[in-house]
C-alpha cells in the first residue's frame, strides 16, 4: 500500500510501507539516513518464518544484509521464564 509517516518512541520519524509480493510479506522502513527492508517469507510447511533484512545508508560502504530463521515450537516444550 501506500507509505504512512510515523514517529517512534524516541521522536524518530520514518515513511513506512508494506506490501505482499506473492506469498511475502515487505515492510520498507525510510528515514532521513537511510532505509531498511524486511521480507518475511513462511516456509510451504508452516513451520519456519525467514526474515530477511536489508539496511541502507549514504552513510555505509554497502548495504548490510542479514537473515534470522524463525522456526515454530510445539506448545509442549516449556519457555525459560523471566528473571
Known amino acids: 500500500g501506500a ?3 510515523w514517529t517512534r ?3 524518530e520519524k ?3 510501507k508494506g ?3 506473492q506469498s511475502q510479506l515487505i515492510q520498507t522502513f525510510v528515514a532521513g539516513d537511510g532505509r531498511r527492508e524486511n521480507e518475511f517469507t513462511l516456509a510451504a510447511d508452516s513451520d519456519t518464518i525467514t526474515l530477511r533484512v536489508v539496511l541502507s545508508s549514504d552513510s555505509l560502504d ?3 544484509q542479514y ?3 524463525y ?3 510445539p ?3 516449556p519457555t525459560p521464564s523471566s528473571p
Request: no cysteine; proline share 0%.
Open 3 to 5: 507509505s504512512i509517516k
Open 9 to 11: 518512541e524516541d521522536g
Open 14 to 16: 520514518f515513511d513506512v
Open 19 to 21: 506490501e505482499w509480493r
Open 62 to 64: 554497502e548495504s548490510i
Open 67 to 69: 537473515k534470522l530463521l
Open 71 to 73: 522456526r515454530r515450537v
Open 75 to 77: 506448545a509442549s516444550v
